[in-house]
């Protein structure tokens, strides 16, 4: 009996000890994490269930901002919805911040505080998609011009998706701790809003933020589906003017004259041994000449032609190293033709520069993850950077240094994706008549990714 009695002794001995000891904690930690994914796919469960509930009413909201498309500057209805839609819910709303920008704010208790970003703006181009709900919206445009109005952009999309959020965190404030700012960005479009809505104190007069992010529609990527991408995400977007002179004649007399059209092509042939030969290939950069102007008759040589850039770069080194290579190549071509310094080209860079957007490494990595959990790995994609601009960028770019996400929602109907993945399709750009994207799910995943993310970052 003795033998027996000590080892059951030492078994529970050894029991004991372990209790305490790493294998213990071993298993105690994959208990809380098994405890802590069930109580996350009830949250998930329940949060996709009121979206599936809630998508009639943002389906005609989506319709709504579809067919009633405002051009940058200009939004004045579509803030007066956005923040009644805002007021519903129980945010506290100020109405034109920056122009035409929405603020709304909704305070629960200590904690965090997260901006969350929808642009408001349409573009001037006819609608082409053929769809039952197409805009047929006209307006008169700065020049004078009659042109169409659409949302060729996403923006109808954004804002829904944006109200969605709203109305669910409103609903889950037992799940939350802190301050949500919901803002309506005019202008994204002329690069103007952002700032706008800075100067006129968005981070002086509202609760600054400690996390700021936004989603924006993909042309690429299939509905149902999320794409993110850490580190650069998009360009810095810089235009310039550049005005070349010369000294115009007869044509029949060339060596009379100085040439600004020989001159001026000379310049954009010059200019593309930037990014060849004076950058370095691990540093993207891009330098377009889109536009030229010159003359008026084939037998006359003008006294100037104007040209006009755009310049895409990450860095703000390599931005201001774009800029003064520019300079630098048509000043010399212009010294090689026996221009005199004062007959040196003018530059003009334009105002509505836009700074590259950074997505927090980190800050992408936290919220890649509740995508994940939420909408499923096989739902979310890792995006390549792109050249493109969004102002997004500059909530992260103020003294607060605020943590900054913003990601793809996937907009494709699943069968012209698979038909554009066979090469029988082609997938309509942003920026195009006919791009169309399916509000189902789109709209649904939206507010999913961006209800889950805003909750992470305010959880208690």
Known sequence: MRPILTCIGVLFFL??????????QLKQQAKESAAALKGMDGQNNELRTQVDRDYAYLEELYLHYHTHPELSFYE?????????ELRKIGFDVTEKVGGNGVVGVLKNGEGPTVLVRADMDALPIVEETGKPYASNVTTVDEAGNTVGVMHACGHDAH??????????????????????VFIGQPAEERSGGANAMLEDGLYKRFPVPDYAIALH????????KVGYCSGYSLANVDMMDITVYG??????????????VLLAA????????????????LDPAVVTVGSIHGGTKGNIIPNEVKLELTMRSYSDEVRMALIDKIKRICNGVAMSAGLSESQYPHYELRKEYTPSVYNDPQLTERIRQVFVQTLGGENVEQALPGMAGEDFARYGRTEEKV?????????????????????????PPLHNSKFAPLPEPTIKTGVMAMTAAALELLGK
């Not at 029991?15 to 213990?24: E, F, L, N």
């Not at 804002?159 to 949500?180: N, P, S």
């Not at 000294?247 to 600004?260: L, R």
């Open 15 to 24: 029991s004991v000890i372990a209790q305490d000891g790493p294998v213990h």
């Open 76 to 84: 004045v209805e579509t803030a007066k919805r956005m923040a009644e």
């Open 159 to 180: 804002m829904t998706v944006w109200t969605g959020a709203a109305r669910r965190l409103a609903q889950m404030k037992d799940k939350w701790k802190g301050t949500l």
């Open 217 to 224: 529609a993909s042309p690429s990527v299939m509905a149902g």
């Open 247 to 260: 000294q115009g004649g007869h044509g029949a007399y060339p060596q009379d004259t100085k040439d600004p």
């Open 266 to 281: 000379r310049m954009i042939v010059a200019l593309q041994t930037i990014v060849s030969r004076e950058i370095s290939p």
């Open 403 to 427: 943590p900054i996400f913003l990601f793809w929602l996937g907009t494709v109907d699943p069968d012209l994706h698979a038909a554009a993945q066979r090469g029988e399709a082609i997938l």
